[in-house]
């Protein structure tokens, strides 16, 4: 069956899909940056009635990166990458691109409806998870679909093995599927209280701390599912396909893989310390959390090493650059967050913005610059076009880089100094500090994270501009470049 | 190489210290056991990451790609058959085994109760909190007064107590007049003084007036001539005859502990009660903080 | 090595199945009986404070305010006895939140009172000169979705066994009857302790605007 011709890859869900990150993007962090902004000058509220408030933009703010950006740069790189790994093209199996279509269109309408509804103060209010049941519904389906359309592909595949990424997207499939089912167990109030008050609303299955465990045990691993593993499935690509080096080692492939397969799931933990759920499950959190450490810089220094030999690429490559600091921040945050972990250390950084900080390491330094570096590479070989300025992009990756170290320096100290004068106390013994007076300090920190994330925003639409000018105006190319993407 | 380490590492220590000048500048003491725990761990996310790193990017400017590739090749990528590099195996592998020994023995033998520690911790702090302030000195309890003040009670009564234009008690005067006649015509029955109840409609008219005024004025000059009749509880000097009575003058520590248990609402409003959130010494502190307030 | 198993994507994606699963089913269930069973003289919410609630999640609160106090001496001096499992048996959602970027609210009923919040809601700068929480002015307009606070009321009982008297039933008359009768007289209490006259005046028209049943929630935080 195997044919020495080049397959023809039609990538047309591909495209749409690295439109809607990037409009997802420029939104969602549009928002980020206001939010940012409002903590650091709160007249900046009342720009939208009730509608512009802080607490209504939040998670506006964090669905439409997630959902929006995020997921919409994951389903490109996957309709575009996954096929070339399995040599089959989307076009030859017309039952499912028009699926996928279909997906897409599924996808757009929850994302619109997902917008409209928090927008509203539609909510269920449980974090990453504040969808109410209609649109949990419509998630489930584009899930399904994605499901089967991933598993067609596989079935009707050229290559014998599947490559690293499709592990990992396997993984991102089936994990998101069971946490999102379990977690969004809700029973709307329409049909138990004879059609009376608002259709859309429900009522969570669990009570108290166990809706607590259920929903940490889905946020935790939302993180996991879909800000690393995808993200790793985008690096095991991108970065040998853009360089032209092997990965450098199989076995530490597998076993970071499976290893992290195996540690994730148990730390969820960590978001409940010192709360009320018993002490050993927090202990595990902890624990496993620690163990963590090593499965994730495994695969980080898995591409690092790949990357061995090749400082060249480094200096003259900036999709190479946007990729080798992805996963040093991947390393960053990974450190982190197990440290954070620590109980004695959870006890200073939870509810601080030392979290967000966290967060944002992971979310700009690895997630966002991943899929900067995907789309671009993607887009020569999608529109058969030569990226349209290369310093454009290198200036893109440094005024980031800026906006990314001044975000995560700033939460960091603001978060250290925020929890250790919660616990402050003066000389005999009472609370040294009221809540307002830790609050106030923080000014300086916010005002510096505006900044850094209006840094941020900045390299975004340079970014969708070069994007846009590639697909428009780029140089035609006559044949697909087998690794580095030429730029002009 | 090592340039690069070092950098790297100088950026850590940058990190670092920025975050020590600005913790030192809130007079935040580090030996406190989890203050110290949660430096040394963000030391050591700082140097691990920015060292590591570094360490991997020093080896994109010297060493060269090597090794057995395998026979796969997906879309033009290949893959080594390179062992795993041993820091990073011995180092999964260890936390491996301390995992597994932390769950199965490390922890269970420790029978660690986080509400147990709190427990323990609190009442070892309070016994040993009344016992050095037992006989503090009225300096010490004003200062100790103020800071327990400016966290629980000045997001009613302000930070100076002024009551924020009348949305509580201001602390600056111990009356209104509209407060004492309020009181003389409805008499009060909340703060749970041991002569009970007072009654309603003491004084009427002329009298009530020139009461009001003089007690809001703070009981100076000579007292009106219906002033006997506050006095049979009050006291001549309107101090509450040691506690049995409110004490009309001042914020003494009888009154403020009697509104402290029972709260109290008034025609500015109501105060929430603050049952068994302070010690007897804190209580002390708060009355002799609230004291210095009056004009 | 394990080239067999990427060989094999049915057995492949099974075995990362089997692997994510696990911690689940050890870590979450053992626990779940048990967490579930409230405290001696938990009492369910009220309607009113159903349909505050549902304004906390509206203007989703949650964003800067967590209601969990953890068991620190620091913690304690400052919100009040720290928070027990038992106390959240009737939160569906949980409301515990995972930052503070204003204080805790799991015993603010103890130490604020309706007109501080009515003060404070309308202009948080008012009682608190440097605060950076945003002013909700527009809860003071809104009228409050009690009909859905009420089906939630029923379905809860309904499904939950959540304890409600048989004033709880799903049937627009009995809602409307409990409007009348229980609700209203509630709320009109909280219109009175904010001493806002176009509140009461509201409120005395039979109108319930969000900010009397955030406040009544608000209250039953203890
Ligand atoms: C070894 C891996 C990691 C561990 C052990 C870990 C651990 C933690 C801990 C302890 C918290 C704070 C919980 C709290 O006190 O509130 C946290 C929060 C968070 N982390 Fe990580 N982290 C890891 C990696 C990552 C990565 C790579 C990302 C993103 C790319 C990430 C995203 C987040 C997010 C979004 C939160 C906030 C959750 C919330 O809303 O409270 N984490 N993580
Ligand atoms: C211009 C860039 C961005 C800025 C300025 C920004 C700003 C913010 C701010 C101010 C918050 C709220 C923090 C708080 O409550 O104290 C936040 C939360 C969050 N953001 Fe961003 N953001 C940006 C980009 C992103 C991106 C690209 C992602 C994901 C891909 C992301 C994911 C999140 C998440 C998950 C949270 C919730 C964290 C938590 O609950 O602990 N952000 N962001
Ligand atoms: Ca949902
Ligand atoms: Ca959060
Ligand atoms: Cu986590």
């Not at chain 3, 859905?148 to 799903?170: L, Q, S």
């Amino acid at each position: 069956m195997q044919s020495n011709t080049a397959l023809e890859y039609d990538y047309s869900v591909a495209k749409l899909y690295m439109w809607t990150t990037v409009i997802f993007g420029i939104v969602g962090m549009t928002i980020g940056v206001l939010i940012a902004a409002q903590l650091a000058f709160p007249e900046l509220n009342y720009l939208m009635g009730e509608y512009g408030t802080f607490s209504r933009l939040r998670p506006l703010h964090t669905n439409v990166v997630i959902y929006g950006f995020t997921l919409s740069g994951i389903m490109a790189s996957f309709y575009y990458s996954a096929p070339r790994v399995l040599k089959v093209s989307m076009g030859e199996l017309p039952l499912i691109n028009a699926l996928a279509k279909f997906q897409f269109v599924a996808y757009l309408v929850a994302a619109t409806g997902m917008v409209i509804s928090l927008g509203m103060g539609i909510t269920a209010n449980k974090e990453y998870a504040q969808m109410e049941w209609p649109l949990d519904v419509l998630i489930v389906v584009y899930w399904v679909i994605w499901g089967i359309n991933m598993f067609a592909l596989i079935g009707a595949r050229r290559e014998k093995a599947l490559y690293i990424s499709l592990w990992y997207y396997i993984a991102c499939f089936l994990g998101v599927a069971m946490l999102y089912l379990f977690n969004n167990m809700e029973v709307p109030t329409l049909f138990f209280s004879g059609g009376l008050g608002a259709w859309y609303h429900s009522v969570s299955m669990y009570a108290g701390t166990n809706d607590a465990l259920v929903q940490w045990w889905w946020g935790h691993n939302a993180v996991a599912f879909v800000f690393t593993v995808p993200i790793i499935a985008l690096i095991y690509y991108f970065l040998p396909k853009e360089s032209g080096q092997a990965v450098y080692s199989y076995k530490l492939s597998l076993l970071s893989f499976w290893g992290l397969m195996f540690v994730y799931l148990w730390a969820g933990g960590h978001h409940l310390l010192w709360s009320t759920v018993p002490d050993w499950m927090q202990t595990m959190g902890s624990i496993f959390s620690v163990v963590l450490i090593l499965p994730s810089w495994g695969s980080a220094i898995n591409m690092l090493l790949t990357m061995k030999g090749e400082w060249n690429q480094l200096t003259e490559n900036p999709l190479i650059k946007f990729m080798v600091l992805a996963s040093t921040f991947y390393m960053l945050s990974t450190l982190e967050g197990p440290i954070q972990a620590v109980k004695s250390v959870n006890a200073i950084a939870h509810f601080t913005d030392w979290i967000p900080g966290h967060v944002h390491d992971g979310v700009l330094g690895w997630v966002a610059f991943m899929i900067f570096a995907a789309l671009m590479h993607m887009s020569t070989r999608v529109f058969k076009r030569e990226i349209y300025s290369k310093s454009l992009l290198e200036a893109q990756f440094w005024i980031q880089t800026t906006g990314v170290v001044l975000y995560f320096t700033s939460m960091w100290i603001a978060g250290i100094t925020q929890g250790m004068m919660w616990r402050a106390v003066d000389e005999y013994g009472n609370l040294m500090y009221s809540f307002i007076d830790t609050v106030t300090v923080l000014h300086p920190y916010y005002t510096i994270r505006a900044i850094g994330g209006l840094l941020f925003l900045i390299g975004v639409f340079m970014f969708a501009y070069n994007l846009y000018k590639t697909a428009t105006a780029g140089r035609k190319l006559e044949n697909e470049p087998q690794f580095r993407s030429p730029m002009a | 190489m090592n340039s690069f380490i070092v950098k790297g590492l100088a950026l850590a220590g940058v990190l670092i210290v920025a975050t020590l000048v600005v913790v030192q500048q809130m007079h935040i003491d580090l030996t406190d056991p989890i203050n110290m725990i949660t430096f040394i761990g963000a030391i050591a996310i700082a140097v691990l990451t920015f060292g590591v790193g570094a360490k991997y990017m020093a080896q994109m400017k010297t060493d060269t790609a090597t090794g057995e590739l395998a026979e796969e090749n997906w879309d033009g990528i290949g893959e080594y058959k390179n062992e795993l590099p041993p820091g990073w195996a011995w180092s999964f592998f260890g936390t491996m085994v301390w995992a597994v020994w932390y769950f199965l023995w490390g922890y269970p033998l420790n029978a660690y109760s986080q509400i147990g520690e709190w427990n323990k911790e609190v009442k070892e702090y309070n016994a040993k909190f009344e016992q050095v302030h037992k006989n503090a000195s009225p300096e010490v309890l004003k200062e100790m007064g103020e800071s327990i003040f400016l966290v629980q009670c000045a997001p009613c009564h302000g930070e100076t107590g002024d009551g924020l234009s009348g949305k509580a008690q201001d602390f600056t005067s111990r009356f209104t007049k509209e407060q004492v006649l309020a009181v003389i015509k409805n008499g009060q029955d909340q703060l749970k003084y041991p002569m009970g109840a007072m009654p309603a409609g003491m004084a009427q008219g002329k009298d009530a007036e020139d009461i009001a005024k003089y007690v809001a004025g703070g009981l100076k000059g000579t007292a009106p001539a219906a002033w006997g009749t506050c006095a049979g509880c009050h006291g001549q000097d309107g101090k509450g005859n040691g506690g049995t009575a409110p004490d009309l003058a001042g914020y003494d520590l009888t009154l403020v502990q009697h509104v402290l248990k029972h709260g109290k609402e008034g025609i500015i409003g109501k105060m929430p009660a603050f049952p068994g959130r302070f010690t007897p010494v804190q209580e002390k502190a708060l009355a002799s903080y609230l004291a210095t307030l009056k004009q | 090595m394990f080239h067999w198993l990427e060989k094999n994507p049915f057995l492949f994606s099974v075995g990362v199945f089997i692997v994510i699963a696990f911690a689940g089913l050890i870590e979450i269930l053992p626990n779940f009986a048990e967490a579930a069973r409230p405290i001696k003289g938990l009492k369910p919410y009220t309607v009113l404070e159903l349909a505050g609630k549902e304004v906390y999640k509206k203007d989703n609160c949650i964003a800067c305010h967590s209601q969990l106090i953890r068991p620190f001496k620091a913690e304690t001096d400052r919100y009040g006895q720290y928070s027990l499992s038992g106390e959240y048996a009737y939160d569906r959602p949980f409301l515990w939140g995972s930052k503070r970027t204003g204080p805790d609210l799991h015993r603010v009923g103890n130490y604020r009172t309706s007109d501080w919040h009515a003060n404070h809601m309308w202009d948080p700068k008012s009682v608190v000169p440097t605060s950076i929480m945003p002013a909700y002015k527009h809860q003071f307009k809104n009228i409050a979705d009690t009909e859905t606070a009420y089906a939630e009321a029923v379905t809860v009982k309904r499904v939950f066994n959540t304890p409600y008297g048989p004033e709880i039933a799903p049937s627009k008359e009995a809602y409307e009857k409990y409007y009348k009768e229980k609700l209203l007289p509630e709320a009109k209490k909280i219109a009175k302790e904010m001493k806002n006259k176009e509140v009461e005046a509201m409120v005395n028209q039979g109108k319930v605007p969000e900010i009397v049943a955030l406040i009544a929630y608000l209250n039953r935080l203890k």
